[in-house]
């Protein structure tokens, strides 16, 4: 059996595999890796964080950096994004809880990726996951939320232009409904900081997918 430091030579060795293969835009020797990983036991959360998010990640700061278009990072996330797929029958084969969570997108916010990685998370701990996608008006996420009465609400947020409209959804929800759980995170998180965060009760901040199913765990 590899040790600790096995593994994660394995996969740090498979992310910039992987890594390569989405900056050349080869859908098919992505899926080849996601594949084999997955035949070779590794977890979807660590494929999902430690393997997808990383990835993306980097690109994303080659972006930032003027390194690569943004048609190629818009490439790269829609094959992450018809990869998480492979995943479903790992994600769909657990015992049900009986708990519902919402997962959705602030206004505005276009990047859905990493709120549909925490659906799938969620789901596959036993949670009916009702994913709500990118750009969700605040006012139709109160109706859905009245509608489903989950016990927990996740926001996702990538860019810091849209942290305002996080502020501003979690206000209303607040409003509306006061002791619904709220976790919330996302990639605008790396620049801005929580402190605003702390106006509201029963709201937490997570920084990883980890960090999600310890929450999911302890609960």
């Keep these: 059996m590899p040790d600790d430091r096995q593994k994660i030579s394995d ?3 498979e992310l910039e595999r ?4 989405l900056l050349a835009g080869d859908r098919s020797a992505c899926r080849s890796v996601a594949e084999e ?3 070779n036991g590794i977890s979807v959360l660590s494929l999902y964080q430690d393997v997808y998010q990383n990835s993306l990640y980097h690109i994303g700061e080659l972006w930032e950096q003027n390194k690569i278009s943004v048609a190629r990072e818009h490439i790269a996330t829609s094959i992450v994004e018809s990869l998480l797929s492979l995943s ?3 994600i769909c084969n657990s015992s049900p809880s009986g708990k519902k969570v919402v997962v959705a997108c602030t206004a505005n916010e276009l990047h859905q990726l990493g709120a549909r ?3 799938d998370i969620m789901e596959m701990h036993g949670w009916d996951s009702y994913f709500s996608g990118a750009n969700t008006p605040v006012e139709s996420l109160v109706s859905l939320l009245h509608e489903l009465n989950p016990e927990l609400l996740c ?3 990538s860019t810091q232009i849209n942290f305002p409209s996080m502020i501003e959804t979690i206000s209303q929800v607040r409003s509306s409904i006061p002791l619904l759980p709220i976790v919330v995170g996302g990639q605008a998180f790396r620049r801005v900081s929580t402190t605003d965060l702390e106006q509201f009760e029963g709201v937490r901040y997570i920084s990883s997918l980890h960090e ?8």
Excluded at 18 to 21: D, P
Aim: glycine share 4%; charged share 15%.
């Design 11 to 13: 996969v740090v060795f």
């Design 117 to 119: 990685m925490v659906a």
């Design 155 to 157: 926001l996702s947020v």
């Design 212 to 219: 999600l199913e310890e929450i999911i765990g302890n609960d």
């Design 37 to 39: 990983l997955l035949e």
């Design 88 to 90: 479903f029958p790992l």
């Design 18 to 21: 992987f890594t390569s293969y």
